[in-house]
């Protein structure tokens, strides 16, 4: 799978089969990982692709209506799909959580170890901002937490892992080591930081193992 927060391309074959609407979600949302939302004029990003501002106000009222699509169409499906896998699985668990977590490393390189984490960042920059953009990053970070505690909690129930410990704890665990390793490989601007974390993070799911 490849997550759009890893990897844009924007390949004149992309761009071709993109309606307005979509193409004015994708550059913005490139652009927000460069700048920062504050950072960002939507009217100058699309101007760039020879769409005009009527165009732009025309699918989007405001910046913040633009904002918000972006969090709902682009980043939530793409964080909410990471550990779908895990969380309805029936069996292989332990497998399954691993090569999750182990995708985290597939699926960067050293220019998102650059940009950092896109919901990270926005929940940094955002939340105490505006309470809609708190409201919707909350229910994204949410819905992670939900996929790994259930298949935590399938998968003590499958026998795979022990009962000895809180899935809701430990789903809270392994969401912040990920966010922060993402976010001290950021500051470090070296990827081998993130490898190094993630990599712990696998050896303590062994530990969970039953």
């Given at each position: 799978m490849q997550?759009?927060?890893?990897?844009?391309?924007?390949?004149s074959q992309?761009?071709?089969?993109?309606?307005?609407?979509?193409?004015?979600?994708q550059k913005n949302f490139e652009a927000i990982r460069k700048q920062g939302f504050q950072g960002v004029r939507?009217?100058?990003?699309?101007?760039?692709?020879?769409?005009?501002?009527?165009?732009?106000?025309?699918?989007?009222?405001?910046?913040?209506e633009l904002g918000y699509a972006i969090v709902d169409e682009i980043i939530a499906p793409d964080y909410l799909s990471i550990w779908k896998n895990f969380e309805t699985t029936e069996s292989d668990h332990v497998e399954i959580m691993i090569e999750t977590i182990q995708s985290y490393i597939q699926w960067s390189d050293n220019e998102s170890i650059k940009l950092g984490c896109p919901l990270n960042n926005l929940v940094q920059e955002?939340?105490?901002?505006?309470?809609?953009?708190?409201?919707k990053l909350q229910a994204i970070i949410k819905g992670i937490h939900f996929s790994?505690?259930?298949?935590?909690?399938?998968?003590q129930l499958a026998?795979?892992?022990?009962?000895?410990?809180?899935?809701?704890?430990?789903?809270h665990f392994i969401q912040a080591s990920v966010n922060g390793g993402w976010s001290i490989a950021k500051s470090q601007q070296n990827k081998v930081i993130f490898e190094m974390i993630i990599n712990q993070l696998i050896q303590y799911v062994h530990i969970l193992k039953k």
């Open positions: 997550h759009t927060f890893w990897y844009v391309s924007f390949a992309s761009i071709r089969i993109m309606d307005t609407r979509q193409l004015i979600l939507a009217d100058k990003v699309v101007a760039e692709l020879g769409i005009t501002k009527g165009a732009l106000y025309h699918y989007f009222p405001n910046k913040m955002m939340s105490p901002l505006d309470e809609i953009f708190r409201k790994i505690e259930t298949g935590l909690k399938n998968g026998g795979s892992f022990k009962t000895d410990f809180n899935p809701t704890q430990i789903a």
